[in-house]
C-alpha cells in the first residue's frame, strides 16, 4: 500500500492544531444544545439543563479556546511539551467547567469544583504566559538574526537607474 497524500498532506500536524480544531468541533455541536436551551426551554429541562447560561458559556469557551490554541499551534509551533500539553488541557478544562453547573448549579458552591475550576484557570492563565514569553523570545531572536531591509531608494541598483537612467549596475 502506498501513501498517496499529496505533498503538503505529508507535514507533521501540530498537536495544538488538532486539539484546537477538535475543540472548536466539540463547540460547534454544542450549539445544539444551546438552541434548545434558547429556543425550547422544555426540552432543555427534559434534557436535564437547569442552568441555560452556562450551556451557551461552554458553548462560547469551547469555539474561542479552540480557537485561539489552534492559532498558537499553527503560529508557535514546537512549544515546549512542558507548555503545550497543560496548555491544551486548561483549555479543555476551563471550558468544559461551564457543563457541570448547566445541570446541577449547585455544584459550583462545592469545595473540589472550586479547586478544579481555581486549578485549571491557574495552570492555564502561566501556560498563557509562558506562550507569550516564548513568542516574544522568538521574535526578538529573529529579529536580531535577519537584517533590516534596506530602503529601496538606497539599493545601489535603484541609484545606478536614478542617477543614469539605466536599470544595469555595469556602466
Known amino acids: 500500500m502506498t501513501d498517496t497524500a499529496a505533498p503538503h498532506e505529508k507535514r507533521v500536524v501540530n498537536g495544538l492544531v488538532v486539539s484546537g480544531l477538535v475543540q472548536i468541533a466539540v463547540g460547534a455541536l454544542t450549539g445544539f444544545p444551546y438552541a434548545a436551551a434558547t429556543y425550547k426551554p422544555g426540552l ?10 452556562r450551556i ?39 471550558a468544559l467547567a461551564f457543563a457541570p453547573p448547566a445541570v446541577r448549579p449547585s455544584i459550583e458552591q462545592s469545595k473540589p469544583f472550586r479547586v478544579m475550576v481555581g486549578t485549571s484557570f491557574a495552570v492555564t492563565t502561566v501556560r498563557w504566559v509562558a506562550v507569550a514569553g516564548i513568542a516574544l523570545r522568538r521574535w526578538t531572536r529573529q529579529r536580531q538574526v535577519i ?6 531608494h538606497r539599493q545601489a541598483g535603484h541609484l545606478v537607474f536614478l542617477l543614469t537612467g539605466n536599470r544595469s549596475e555595469e556602466t
Open 147 to 152: 537584517p533590516a531591509p534596506v530602503p529601496r
Open 56 to 94: 451557551r458559556q461552554l458553548h462560547l469557551d469551547l469555539v474561542m479556546m479552540g480557537g485561539l490554541v489552534t492559532a498558537t499551534g499553527a503560529a508557535l509551533p514546537r512549544l515546549p511539551r512542558a507548555v503545550a500539553v497543560p496548555l491544551a488541557i486548561g483549555c479543555w478544562t476551563n
Open 44 to 53: 432543555a429541562r427534559q434534557l436535564g439543563i437547569e442552568a441555560p447560561r
